[in-house]
């Protein structure tokens, strides 16, 4: 196993880490990171013709426009699974991304 | 208290061949300070030198067989880890710090990988200080041929200069270029007197020093030194593929966002991100939160209590290879912008 994959399958993502949360701890406000993760999330998978969905609460589900679909465990797994499913790699310094995004 | 009050630290001592590692983690373990310091040197060769050298200084020194630390062999780090701490949980032996000593050609990325990854490791010990050994007379012409020379100044947090008092070291060019590379770690000569205390014990997770680590982190002066001095360099030089930037964001980030597009980028170009550091003004929190990244791991973010100055703005070094400024900052501006709209759920 590389690296990479390590970190990948070694549990909390270090954004959902207890030190990055312990100021806003509570499950109202963890659903509600949650559904802004999920939100902010597709706003980026939808230029790739992908959609994340949380599946309750303790994974995702990965889906592109024909229907096939992805179990992701982690966030961390969230972009190896979506440049899997497209075959090309999600790069957010890709100016066609950064130009779409507004900015 | 934070979570890694109980956590070992491990720091680790990398430079290239014969840049002085062993010399100085000699002259560090005789310290007082260094008492109950375990120590997992690498075997190189087959005389494995460095281990003859140390033998007799401590005798929790444990030596790894498998050469080279890179990813291949990182199960015998972990498992050296591991036996390290079953034997000090059987009360076989107490050590409070652990230093890896690596081989010169050795990556210090995959050091980090094993601390994070490990199922074991990751809830005992935690990352300290990378310290760096740089040969004052040879240590430029080994960063222009060497890729893992300039690595390993670029990852660290402590830079010790060697064989400063041969006549022949050119020490304010060396010292130029390693501001280019990595200004802001503290540098030391091998001739001071260094102690565990300057090298090794100030770092992210120490409550009393964590402010004023990251204080150096982002050390404006020395980023936009870096920064001129940067482009007054030839475009051919080989190390000029290696830079470091400071970023500032003026509006406060949000950490969804911002963990959305950290994850992304370093899928993409974790390879070339050699280091992140960063003190972030997060939307919703009243003090900053530090975040820290080698290649393609991140620690957990730590909060301090306070600002280590009266700039409230989010600053985020960069150390990176191939990778211009300008695209990372308009992507993680567009990013965090898309979270501006954001809807109370």
Known sequence: MCGLCGVLGAGEHWTDSDDALKKRSGAETRRRERAHQVALTNRILSHYGLKMADWQGSAFVLSNRTGASEVIDHFAALWPTAEKMIKRPCDPLDPKIIAALGW | ?345
């Not at chain 2, 979570?3 to 061949?17: K, Q, S």
């Not at chain 2, 963990?259 to 009243?286: C, F, S, Y």
């Open chain 2, 1 to 345: 208290m934070s979570r890694y009050a109980g956590y070992l630290p491990v720091n680790v001592i990398t430079g290239f061949l014969g840049s002085g590692k062993t010399t100085l983690l000699k002259r560090l373990l005789e310290s007082p300070d260094m008492a109950d310091t375990a120590v997992l040197i690498n075997e190189f060769g087959e005389i494995g030198l460095d281990h003859h050298l140390l033998e007799q200084i401590d005798e929790n020194i444990v030596m790894l067989q498998s050469g080279c630390l890179c990813c291949t062999i990182r199960d015998d780090l972990a498992t050296s880890m591991r036996d390290l701490w079953e034997r000090r949980a059987a009360g076989e032996f107490a050590f409070r710090r652990l230093v890896v000593e690596t081989t010169g050609l050795a990556d210090p990325a995959p050091i980090i990988y094993t601390l994070m990854a490990d199922p074991v490791i990751r809830f005992h010990f935690r990352l300290g200080n990378i310290i760096t050994t740089i040969d004052a007379v040879n240590g430029l012409k080994q960063m222009n041929r060497q890729s893992e020379s300039l690595k390993q100044a670029a990852v660290a947090d402590r830079i010790v200069l060697t064989k400063t008092d041969l006549s022949d070291a050119d020490l304010p060019a060396l010292r130029a270029r390693l501001r280019d590379l990595n200004p802001a770690a503290p540098v030391f000569l091998a001739t001071e007197r260094l102690t565990a205390t300057k090298l090794l014990t100030n770092d992210l997770y120490d409550p009393k020093s964590k402010s004023k680590e990251v204080g150096h982190w982002i050390d404006a002066e020395a980023f936009a030194a870096a920064d001129h001095d940067h482009h007054r360099h030839d475009a051919n030089r080989h190390d000029d593929h290696i830079h470091a930037f400071c970023l500032t964001f003026d509006q406060p980030i949000d950490w969804t966002a911002f963990g959305i597009w950290l994850t992304m980028l370093l899928q993409a170009h974790g390879e070339d991100v050699l280091r992140v550091k960063g003190l972030l003004n997060v939307k919703g929190m009243p003090a900053p939160v530090a975040i820290h990244g080698v290649q393609h791991v991140v620690h957990p973010p730590v909060h301090l209590k306070r600002w280590p100055d009266a700039d409230r703005r989010s600053r985020i070094v960069f150390i990176v290879r191939d990778l211009e400024r300008g695209p990372i900052e308009a992507s993680l501006a567009a990013f965090n912008a898309l979270a501006e709209d954001r809807v109370t759920v």
